[in-house]
């Protein structure tokens, strides 16, 4: 970012989607540094579709508030990757809620590690030398006259 | 994508934002019969899940986005951005490196002890952004990108070098071609060995040229 400065950065700010498309198309073209700018600028315009689309997805396929955020974060990365082609694309808002859907329907099928919480393996320690005990006679089993 | 095309399917988020649901077909009439199916399937991916929307999105929700997308665009180095993405999807993912190294394994038919040991150490090159971008195969890249059900244009793209390294790009690169990594043999072998084909394809893959 050295050659970017506050000024480009407000003036990219102030700059409609069409504008910093074309914008985007022309740095992408000239190799432009200040190119970095123009895509965090797109791509947070385009995560409040983002947020949207991954919030209402995540609830209707009964993600977890984990799923959602990482279905959130792929996307964010995923718009970013597709801002670097050098084409005309559509409108950012329209890519985000496409890559968004796609990003949280990839959540169903993340594996998924084993539960923090699972139960433990119960430790049946008097159960295991019972036994011991009766496999080397140590003890009988219990036939009703004894008792 | 035409402007009828983007007219519609914002006129379409617009009134579900507001509340109001159409039908689809109110939506579909307004773009070309050659762009139904497209609007049509975009709108059900996009909407048909979608209740009226509130906006009290999480800002938590936008944290780590940011920071992601903060590292992967101000990435600077001779492979772009592609490196800070795949460790970033992989994270998001849950999808394991070995899990990506045994996917491409698999489909180049590596086999070999020292093909799999090269194909380890140049992914992990790779992530670690230190090889050049415009060497990597453009079918390698196309592999990594459906493992990521991503488009691979997108990969080709974002290998690009960038800061200083884009400057250097300028500059013919000094890297081996496809047609000399045949001769190599490993530093610790024996040189009378001939060397591992596995081992010679995942150079080429990684180092040979777009189109290696």
């Known amino acids: 970012m050295n050659n970017i400065d506050h000024d480009d950065d407000d003036a990219v700010g102030r700059l409609d989607d069409g504008a910093l ?53 792929d996307a964010g990365v995923r718009l970013l990757l597709r ?15 496409h890559l968004a859907a796609e990003c949280t329907d990839a959540q169903l099928s993340k594996p998924q590690g084993a539960p923090r919480l699972a139960v433990p393996q119960p430790q049946l320690r008097i159960v295991e030398q019972l036994g011991d005990a009766l496999r080397e006679g140590r003890i009988r089993r219990n036939d009703g006259r004894t008792s | 994508m035409s402007n009828a095309f983007e007219r ?16 689809p077909e109110r939506y579909l009439q307004l773009v070309p019969s050659t762009q139904r199916d497209e609007l ?22 936008y944290v780590s986005t940011l920071a992601a997308i903060d590292e992967v665009a101000g990435a600077k180095g001779p492979t772009g951005m592609l490196p800070a993405a795949l460790k970033r999807m992989r994270k ?22 020292a093909g799999r040991k090269a194909l380890e150490r140049f992914y992990h090159r790779l992530e670690s ?51 000399d990594a045949g001769t190599r043999t490993s ?26």
Request: net charge negative; hydrophobic share 45%; glycine share 10%.
């Open chain 1, 21 to 73: 498309e074309v914008t985007r198309l022309r740095m992408l073209r000239d190799g432009d540094e200040r190119l970095e700018l123009v895509l965090r600028h797109l791509v947070i315009r385009g995560l409040p579709m983002i947020g949207r689309v991954c919030a209402d997805r995540a609830q209707a396929l009964g993600l977890s508030d984990a799923q959602r955020q990482a279905a959130i974060e």
């Open chain 2, 129 to 179: 952004g230190v090889l050049v971008g415009p060497r990597i195969a453009h079918r390698l890249l196309a592999s990594l990108a459906r493992e990521f059900e991503a488009d691979p244009r997108e990969f080709v793209a974002a290998v690009r070098p960038t800061g200083s390294a884009a400057r250097a790009s300028a500059v013919p690169a000094m890297g081996r071609g496809a047609g």
């Open chain 1, 83 to 97: 801002l670097g082609l050098e084409e005309r694309l559509p409108r950012v808002g329209a890519i985000a809620a």
């Open chain 2, 40 to 61: 049509a399937q975009l709108l059900a991916t996009v909407i048909a899940s979608r209740g009226p929307v509130s906006d009290d999105i999480d800002p938590a929700d």
């Open chain 2, 187 to 212: 530093g610790s072998r024996d040189q009378l060995l001939l060397p591992d084909p596995d081992e010679q394809l995942v150079e080429r893959l990684f180092t040979g040229g777009p189109d290696a």
């Open chain 2, 92 to 113: 998001t993912r849950g999808i394991e490196r070995k899990h990506v190294i045994d996917a491409l394994a698999a489909e180049y038919g590596v086999t070999s002890p």
């Open chain 2, 8 to 23: 519609a399917f914002w006129l379409a988020v617009d009134d579900i934002n507001a509340g109001r649901i159409e039908a």
